[in-house]
């Protein structure tokens, strides 16, 4: 056998994943939720009833051919608008082109790719024009439209979310790429149901990613005497070095995983913990990043109830610092572990929150003269430190002194939990209540 190579022989040297690029609904992977029969989407898009939509998803799922496909359907001019490479007098120029077209009676549908990188002045741009009718706005984005999205410009647009596609799906893909005369159906490829399995897991969800990856597999495959094209696992092992996940260090994913990484611990499930956990490491985070997590989760979720996991999430930390990836991941798993197993309290994070809340929406009052430092004598003439009583000069440590404003003397922050060593907090805090109120 001899490796193979197509580029020769190939009529369109164009990617596999743009010359397979559906362009009917009936050709469309995925997103059943949104084109199944009967589904809003597909109902729009076929009675060419289209009106300003943002398209939200993660790489690869079909957005873009979505506006491919509305795009050879309707009866309007469409617009093909990058937000990488436009700026606001480009902008200007279409939109002016799209008034002259509404004025003569045809609709102007304008495609905007990654239309989460308009900064608000551009995305400002668009309004007029899509409040009067000049244009059908369709963004893509892969970021939330919450955020990335002037709230004016998103409350005239229908969301639509699509999601990851599923590894039925992606198979349903590669099998057809193999197949279809578009992609490798004009020569033979030898590849087994399981290999395609394997490429469309490694895919994670991402259409494209599978599409190139197969492109890559059937070009390093080897060809036979019969001109076939065969695909052994160890070139297919080559081919998918590693997992491609889903993972913005920038993006929402970023916060939707830490965020199932804390639930998980603050739920006590080990398990989903080390799970998110290494997704994040997987997919190329910090590991110092999550260090830090785990110590703001040591004080915020475990608190006084295990008074060490602070300790062990400090000590992953310096961990992180010494051993660095891959070693440090155990360092890591083992604070995980810990934490979820911790006995859980927020009291103090509920203390915090409640002190700031009155800071900021009460009127702040001056620290108490008794508590006050008195290191000049105008001062002391001033009765700064008058009537302070020194803890250590009393038996049980403790004085009837109040430390809060007046306003405030009433005020309880800190509520200790009955979980863990907490509980023994819990009985001596109300113990010194106690006294200090002058109960027996």
């Known amino acids: 056998m001899e490796q193979m190579s197509l580029f020769d022989n190939r009529r369109d040297n164009a990617p596999l994943a743009s010359r397979l690029r559906p362009e ?52 309007a001019d469409f617009i093909n608008f990058s937000a990488v490479t436009s700026g606001i007098k480009e902008i200007k120029d279409v939109m002016a082109q799209a008034e002259n077209s509404r004025k003569m009676g045809i609709r102007t549908v304008m495609f905007v790719d990654e239309i989460h990188r308009f900064n608000k002045a551009q995305q400002d741009a668009f309004l007029p024009f899509v409040e009067k009718g000049s244009i059908l ?17 998103l409350s005239r647009c229908k969301v639509f979310v699509l999601k990851a596609l599923k590894d039925e799906d992606l198979t349903q893909l590669l099998q057809s790429a193999i197949h279809s005369p578009k992609g490798f159906g004009t020569q033979p490829v030898h590849i087994t149901e399981k290999q395609l399995r394997v490429i469309a897991q490694a895919a994670s969800g991402d259409a494209r990613t599978a599409l190139n990856t197969l492109e890559m597999v059937v070009l390093n495959g080897s060809i036979r005497s019969d001109g076939s094209i065969a695909v052994s696992d160890e070139e297919l092992s080559q081919c998918i070095s590693r997992k491609s996940l889903l993972y913005d260090k920038n993006g929402e994913e970023h916060y939707n995983i830490i965020s199932a990484l804390h639930k998980s611990m603050r739920n006590s499930d080990p398990d989903a913990a080390v799970y998110w956990m290494e997704r994040m490491l997987e997919g190329g985070e910090n590991p110092l990043y999550i260090a830090r997590r785990l110590i703001r989760f040591a004080s915020e979720d475990v608190g006084m109830a295990d008074s060490n996991a602070l300790q062990v999430a400090v000590a992953a930390y310096q961990a992180c610092h010494f051993n660095g990836m891959p070693e440090c991941d155990v360092n890591l798993a083992h ?51 008058k009537g302070y009583e020194y803890a250590h000069d009393y038996e049980n440590k403790l004085t009837k002194m109040q430390c809060l404003p007046d306003a405030l003397k009433e005020r309880t922050y800190y509520c200790p939990t009955t979980q863990g060593a907490e509980a023994a907090v819990r009985e001596s805090l109300a113990q010194i209540k106690a006294y200090k109120k002058g109960l027996p």
Not at 44 to 56: A, G
Not at 140 to 150: H, K, M, R
Not at 354 to 375: F, G, H, M
């Open 24 to 75: 009917q609904l009936t050709e469309f992977v995925g997103q059943q939720h949104l084109l199944g029969e009967g589904m809003i989407l597909r109902q729009l898009i076929e009675k060419d009833q289209i009106s300003s939509m943002i398209f939200w998803g993660p790489p690869g799922v079909g957005k873009t051919t979505l506006a491919s496909i509305i795009a050879n359907r309707t009866k």
């Open 335 to 385: 604070a995980v572990v810990y934490l979820s197993m911790a006995p859980k309290s927020n009291a103090t994070y509920r203390a915090c929150e409640a002190a700031k809340s009155d800071i900021r929406n009460r009127e702040v009052d001056p620290v108490p003269l008794q508590i006050c430092n008195a290191p000049t004598q105008l001062m002391k003439d001033l009765d700064y430190g």
């Open 137 to 153: 706005l369709i963004g893509a984005t892969t970021e939330n439209p919450s955020f990335e999205i002037n709230a004016a410009l």
